[in-house]
Every structure is written in structure tokens, then in C-alpha cells.
């Protein structure tokens, strides 16, 4: 059984002038904000998660690769790429640059990240409005974080009555 470190709460702004996402703890107090990195050119492509302070703690970039949703990750000095393609029988998922995978649904944004020896990094589930985000070690907050606002910029239509054909 796993000890869940800390539980945050991802959720997604509507006004245009509001950052994308604001992640919450259990208090409610506002931990971290996600919003486009000011000042690119291509800004719509680059992300950066702020702490409470407004210190620019996590930096994702979206790769424009056909077919699938790429994202560098930057935390400090580690970087991790997080590889979604998209095909009819699902999403498939994979990391380089960490040995962690996932476990889950990620197109209906409930999934787990584990290590290679199965242990849970991340448990994140979907709620109305908002998403749970458990982490087993406070070591891998950022990543959690980074991990879980790619998972929601997934432009994945759901109902498969809406899908193309």
C-alpha cells in the first residue's frame, strides 16, 4: 500500500486573463499557476508553472510533432520528454529521461504514473471541475504537476459519438 505525501487540486480557468490553471492544496491555498510563457513568439506552445512566490518553477514546451502531443519538461536541471500518441484504439504514453510510466486512462484524464518497479509516483483522477492529483513522495511534486497539466492540454474529444470517422 502506498502513503499519499501530499493531495493538490488542478483546476482549469476560463477568463482569458487568468492564468490556464491554478493548482490548489487541500487548504485551498494556491500552490502553483499555470499560464503561456510571456514574451514568444510561438508563446501559445510554451508553458510555465509558477510557484506562490511567482517564481517560474516548472517550464513545458509543446513539440510540433504530427500525430502526436509532445512535451519537453524542464524542472531545474532535469528534463523529461512526455510522449502521447494519439491512434483509434487509445493513447499511448511514454517517458524519456525517466523510468516512470503510465498506468490508466489518460484521454479520460484518470491515470496513475508508476515506477518500474510498479510503485505509485502519481494518481491523478478526474472530478467534475477539477482534477485530484495524490503524490506518493514530495520529490516528485513538480513532475506531478507538470505530468498532470500536459495530461489536461490534450485536445482529445472523449464521447466517441463526436469523433471523426
Same mark, same amino acid.
Given at each position: 500500500?502506498?502513503?499519499?505525501?501530499?493531495?493538490?487540486?488542478?483546476? %482549469?480557468?476560463?477568463?482569458?486573463?487568468?492564468?490556464?490553471?491554478?493548482?490548489?492544496?487541500?487548504?485551498?491555498?494556491?500552490?502553483?499557476?499555470?499560464?503561456?510563457?510571456?514574451?514568444?513568439?510561438?508563446?501559445?506552445? %510554451? @508553458?510555465?508553472?509558477?510557484?506562490?512566490?511567482?517564481?517560474?518553477?516548472?517550464?513545458? %514546451?509543446?513539440?510540433?510533432?504530427?500525430?502526436?502531443?509532445?512535451?519537453?519538461?524542464?524542472?531545474?536541471?532535469?528534463?523529461?520528454?512526455?510522449?502521447?500518441?494519439?491512434?483509434?484504439?487509445?493513447?499511448?504514453?511514454?517517458?524519456?529521461?525517466?523510468?516512470?510510466?503510465?498506468?490508466?486512462?489518460?484521454?479520460?484524464?484518470?491515470?496513475?504514473?508508476?515506477?518500474?518497479?510498479?510503485?505509485?509516483? @502519481?494518481?491523478?483522477? %478526474?472530478?467534475?471541475?477539477?482534477?485530484?492529483?495524490?503524490?506518493?513522495?514530495?520529490?516528485?511534486?513538480?513532475?506531478?504537476?507538470?505530468?498532470?497539466?500536459?495530461?489536461?492540454?490534450?485536445?482529445?474529444?472523449?464521447?466517441?459519438?463526436?469523433?471523426?470517422?
Amino acid at each position: 500500500m502506498t502513503v499519499i505525501c501530499m493531495t493538490l487540486f488542478l483546476k %482549469r480557468t476560463i477568463s482569458a486573463d487568468d492564468p490556464l490553471f491554478v493548482i490548489c492544496d487541500m487548504s485551498g491555498n494556491e500552490t502553483y499557476r499555470v499560464s503561456y510563457a510571456p514574451g514568444r513568439i510561438f508563446s501559445q506552445q %510554451r @508553458l510555465s508553472v509558477t510557484d506562490a512566490q511567482g517564481r517560474t518553477a516548472v517550464r513545458i %514546451r509543446r513539440l510540433p510533432i504530427a500525430g502526436s502531443c509532445t512535451y519537453a519538461l524542464r524542472m531545474g536541471k532535469k528534463r523529461v520528454t512526455f510522449v502521447n500518441i494519439i491512434t483509434a484504439k487509445g493513447v499511448y504514453s511514454h517517458f524519456y529521461g525517466i523510468n516512470y510510466h503510465i498506468r490508466g486512462a489518460i484521454a479520460a484524464k484518470s491515470f496513475d504514473v508508476i515506477d518500474v518497479d510498479k510503485t505509485l509516483v @502519481l494518481s491523478h483522477r %478526474r472530478h467534475s471541475g477539477y482534477c485530484e492529483l495524490d503524490i506518493a513522495d514530495g520529490a516528485d511534486e513538480l513532475f506531478c504537476v507538470a505530468v498532470s497539466v500536459c495530461a489536461n492540454m490534450m485536445n482529445i474529444i472523449e464521447k466517441t459519438a463526436l469523433q471523426a470517422v
